[in-house]
Structures are given as C-alpha cells and as structure tokens.
C-alpha cells in the first residue's frame, strides 16, 4: 500500500470516527459523570472494539476477493456508493436539535465502550464499505495489519483526545453548537473521496 493510498485510507477512518452520534456520546457522557481517566478507557475499548470488526472485515473480504473478482468489484461498486449516500444524509440531515445525548450501556467504562463498538452494525457495513476499497489479493501480512490497526489507533486517538478536551476546554458545548456544520464537512469530504474511489476502479 502506497502513502497516497494509506492517506486516504486514514482520512476516510478519521471522518467515521469523528462523524457524531452513540459512540461520541458516550466518551462525552463518561468524561463529564465520571472523569477523564473513565473516557479515555472507554476510548481505548472502543478501539478493540473496532480491531474486532476490522479483523473479521479483511478476512471476509480477501476470501471473496480471492474466490470472485466480479463479485468483490460489485461490492467495491456499492462500498463506494454507501460512501456517497452517507455523504448526503450527513449534508441533508435536517438539525434537530444541538444535544449530543447521553448514552449508557453498563457501569463499567472498558465493557461501555467495547460494547458499543460491537453491537453497532453499522460499523460492519462501514468497513464493508471502507475496505473493499483498498484490500489488494496481493497484499502481505503486514499490509493487512496496517489495515486493521490503522481504524483502531485513530478511533482510540481520537476518542481520547475528545475526553482530554471535554474535561479541559468544554468541548461538548463546542459539538453540540457546530455538530450541524460538522456533519456538512464531513459529508462533503465522504462524497469526494469515493468519487476518487470510483475513478480509481473505472480507470484501471
């Protein structure tokens, strides 16, 4: 996997852990209630949590990859799509309100967040979507665990770094007034980068 093509890997990563909503909510929700340390353990579960499912995405997708060249392609086709679609409901979404709301599982920070990485399956259908962009059957052991690290570390940095600043700078007032023009941003961004996608497989 090239630099390029790590990057905006990375980038498309970035965008779906910052994208508002449960996840977010609880970071925020055990940061404030309880204290940092408590977020960022949440933060870091999480980040297993999405290890496990980056995991058994790549393993999926390479055995189709490997067994169907059609089928994997239609699959990138329609990765790239949902990454349109996203990008319009995130443009579209209409703002119902600035309030980011709490969201409990358990009481226990590292299973809070574990849990709610695994029982999303929209997460799934993300990474379907993700990566089937970017697996390659020629691909090594080490690429495809740049591949399953790379969502796992920026989704732990990120989360982290939200629970570092909710408890410093007030950064829940800070979403919930610009959450609405974030949403826009980053839907934006969704929708070039899988046009670049699509470009890439149609121009190959």
Not at 11 to 16: T, W, Y
Request: aromatic fraction near 12%; include cysteine; glycine fraction near 6%.
């Amino acid at each position: 996997m090239t630099f390029f093509l790590w990057s905006q890997f990375a980038i498309v990563c970035l965008l779906g852990a910052m994208s508002p909503g449960p996840s977010l909510a609880l970071i925020i929700h055990n940061s404030i209630n309880f204290n940092r340390m408590s977020g960022i353990i949440a933060s870091i579960a999480h980040g297993i949590g999405i290890c496990v499912y980056a995991t058994v995405t790549v393993l999926v997708l390479e055995f189709i990859l490997k067994n169907s060249e059609t089928i994997f392609f239609v699959i990138q086709i329609c990765g790239s799509s949902f990454l349109i679609i996203l990008g319009l409901i995130f443009i579209f979404k209409k703002n119902n309100g600035n309030e980011i709301e709490t969201y409990q599982i358990q009481s226990n920070s590292f299973a809070q967040g574990f849990i709610i990485a695994i029982i999303n399956p929209k997460i799934l259908i993300w990474f379907t979507a993700i990566y089937s962009q970017f697996i390659d059957i020629n691909a090594g052991l080490f690429n495809k665990t740049i591949l399953v690290l790379t969502p796992s570390i920026i989704d732990a940095i990120w989360y982290s770094l939200v629970a570092i600043l909710v408890t410093e700078c007030g950064l829940k007032e800070i979403l919930n007034k610009k959450k609405f023009v974030i949403q826009k941003i980053i839907g934006v961004l969704l929708i070039l980068i899988a046009f670049s996608l699509i470009y890439s497989l149609i121009s190959v």
